[in-house]
């Protein structure tokens, strides 16, 4: 999920859906396929990559009420996370620029396409992976260490889809250690509220980015790519229902322990609702409706963050 990109319509070529966005519109033309290796025509993944830092923050501002939320914080990680993201997809398309573009979502990427070079874009990554570390020295040291950690997860998930049936979990693994990076900016460590948080938001990327790969299935089986969304086959819709069942049990226990109460739990159903929704309407053979489900999770996020700012709040 984090080289997300629009989907293809069904009345349009990839081509023609690609190019309907503010980046091949407004930039120039120079600076458009770097844009599009960044994804920044299509900014979810950077909202599902900033609101478990939120997350994070929320749940240090409700265990210790008079500390608040460090919005300061909050713009950071949100400029750490659009850097990031940005560097991971550009990494992605290197590793995968030969599967792209046998996959009818992906051949019109700048690599497949040859608008620019995998040398090129390979140092476009740096210079996004360096900008994002200025803003990670920002923080304390524990907190450093710990985004450096997850460079581990970042380099080792393109290559998953290759060896593994999961790599939707790998992908967990990294897009949710924002919510570890959140409470330690402001605690200086770790505990249980941003462990169980992780935890769930690990089942929630796993439920989601199911969803996303349903958009791919008949070509990744063509080429041999891996994906939960195969391994489970008919059964998707049921499997990922338990996936959310677990990651919203599992946030509901991260703000108890934090110290939330009622506020949190009625407010986050709007969260639940928004992943029930999702489910209950999922249907792989219209197009367009993974991608619409999967595109919801930006409000999931949303409303969970808002959830615990009410609850401090409170």
Not at 25 to 46: F, M, N, S
Not at 141 to 160: D, H, Q
Not at 292 to 297: E, G, Q, S, Y
Request: one cysteine or more.
């Amino acid at each position: 999920m984090s080289d997300t990109n629009q989907p293809a319509s069904s009345s349009t070529s990839p081509a023609a859906a690609a190019s309907d966005n503010w980046v091949d519109r407004y930039l120039p033309r120079q600076v458009r396929p770097y844009a599009r290796l960044a994804r920044w025509h299509a900014p979810i993944g950077i909202w599902l990559l900033f609101w478990p830092c939120v997350w994070g923050l929320g749940l240090a501002a409700v265990a210790a009420p008079t500390r608040g939320f460090d919005w300061g914080a909050a713009i950071l990680m949100l400029i750490g996370a659009a850097l990031m993201r940005g560097a991971g997809c550009t990494f992605n398309d290197i590793v995968d620029r030969d599967i792209d573009g046998h996959v009818a979502r992906t051949r019109q990427r700048p690599i497949p396409a040859g608008d620019v070079t995998a040398r090129d874009a390979l140092a476009f990554m740096i210079a996004q992976a360096l900008l994002a570390s200025v803003i990670l020295f920002q923080f304390n040291r524990f907190t450093v260490w710990a985004g450096v950690a997850s460079l581990v997860l970042v380099a080792i998930y393109p290559f998953m889809k290759r060896v593994t049936w999961w790599p939707q979990a790998f992908l967990g693994l990294a897009f949710s250690w924002g919510a570890l990076v959140g409470w330690s900016s402001q605690t200086g460590g770790m505990a249980m509220p941003a462990l169980l948080a992780y935890l769930g938001t690990i089942l929630w990327v796993i439920g989601y980015d199911t969803i996303y790969a349903l958009q791919d299935v008949e070509d990744d089986a063509l080429i041999g790519v891996k994906s939960t969304a195969r391994l489970f086959g008919n059964k998707a819709r049921l499997i990922v229902s338990g996936f959310y069942i677990g990651a919203y049990m599992l946030w509901l226990a991260a703000a108890t322990v934090a110290g939330a109460g009622i506020v949190f739990a009625l407010l986050s159903l709007v969260a639940a609702g928004l992943l029930a929704w999702q489910v209950q309407t999922l249907n792989a053979d219209v197009p367009n409706n993974p991608y619409v489900r999967f595109h919801a999770n930006t409000y999931v996020g949303m409303a969970l963050s808002l959830a615990l700012l009410a609850d401090w709040v409170w």
